[in-house]
């Protein structure tokens, strides 16, 4: 018996060990600046620069943006801060804030659904990142110049179809992420995000500016000014809401990681609106240096033209001739539109890569640097093939669905919507309210007259509208288009 007794003793003070261990090495981050300007990073990305202006140019302009700002407000701004809370009050990584929320429950697998989207979306993610750079180096080589706008898009497809230029970049792409995240939460992540998102902000400044003084830049700032209501259907209010899922990072951990590096004086409410703020700012301004710009040159802002392949084909064109007469100016203005989105970009990668990569340290207990190189080398691997897939491996059919297709449609279509479906459903109706109270008033620091609200927006609203935008994207909603 007494062995027995010192068996268990040595296991309890290991256990310990480990508690204090993990505990002590986890950083968090310094300060609340530092915090907000992550967050924000993880959510202004290829989403707001690529995404909602394709998004916002099929889906009628200014009306979508207001429907856009509605869905951030009413579904947004709850599910955010249910991940926040999760994230800090749990201070662990997004798989194991469920375990310790609900122990021995399956609300595990929604942290675990979490880990692999993130790596699902790096995959994909990498390659047009990857692009980006790539862009950003004929820009740099002034390679736009003195082409016709019918050279653009076969310029890009040998590009994108060339195998090995867009593979090195996104190579490139994940190390540069890589080389951020071993240098930890404060020192990697946090300083990071206080360099590049003001450095992000005063390139869009400089650019909307210099498109909305552009000649008949008119147009486009009706287009994204007055609201065409007639435009407006079930689709279009789904499109905002997916644009708004994605674009706010919500619905898979990233969010619920960053909030377990935040410290107790954080107040949830306000970094959440102070992200939502920032992120919707940033989406505007890039409508603003693209619409102008393109109307500018003449072309109609019909949904055909304002296609998926707005950045790499449209874009380069419109810059060229939109400052033909100051060829200087279209230079400065390529380079910077490229560098943008890279900083852009690279915020949100950094977030992704974090939610593995402490995933990996602390459930597998290896050093940081160990897990980061694994998911790196993970990233890496698979995404050669979601990168090839525009060229030699476009043969490669999954479902139906190219390799790089299959990986947006499983990540964005299906992990993310489920996923935040069940963050709203655990926080609404499992969470226990006292410590959902606690986080959000910060153990009674500060009053929360909406806690009710927000609760009740968890337990309805949220899980009805994002259930609807999962129905719909499988196609079961076929009334409504897609
Ligand atoms: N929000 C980022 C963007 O707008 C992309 C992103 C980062 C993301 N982390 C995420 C999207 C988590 C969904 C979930 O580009």
Known sequence: MEVLADVQNTILLKVESYKTETLNTRENFGSKVGAVLAAAGSAVGLGNVWRFPIETGRNGGAAFILVYIACIIVIGLPVMMSEFL??????????????????????RWVGRLGVFTAFFIMCYYGVIAGWTIGYAVLAVGNQFAGKTAADYGPMFSDYATNWWQPLLCMVAFVVLTHVVIVKGVTKGIERWSKVLMPMLFILVLVLVFC????PNAG????????PDWSKVDGSVVLSAMGQAFFSLSLGMGCLCTYASYFDKKTSHGKTAIQVCVIDTLIALMAGFIIFPAVSSVGYSLDPKDVGANLIFITLPNVFQQAFSGVPWLAYIFS???YLLIIVAALTSTISLHEVVTSYMAEEFNMPRKKAALWETGGIIFFGIFCSLSF???DGVRIFGLNIFDFFDWTASKICLPVGGL?????????????????EITNYGSSRAPYVKALIFVLRYVAPIAIFTILLNELGVLSLLGS
């Open 219 to 226: 147009a486009g700032i009706d287009f994204l000014l007055k």
């Open 391 to 393: 060229g030699v491996l």
């Open 211 to 214: 498109s909305v003084t552009l």
């Open 422 to 438: 069940f963050i709203s459903l655990f926080t609404g109706w499992y969470l226990d309210k006292k410590l959902f109270k606690d």
């Open 335 to 337: 380079v910077m539109f």
């Open 86 to 107: 999760i994230g800090r009050s749990t201070q662990s990584n997004t798989a194991r804030a469920y375990q310790k929320l609900a122990p021995g429950t399956p609300w």
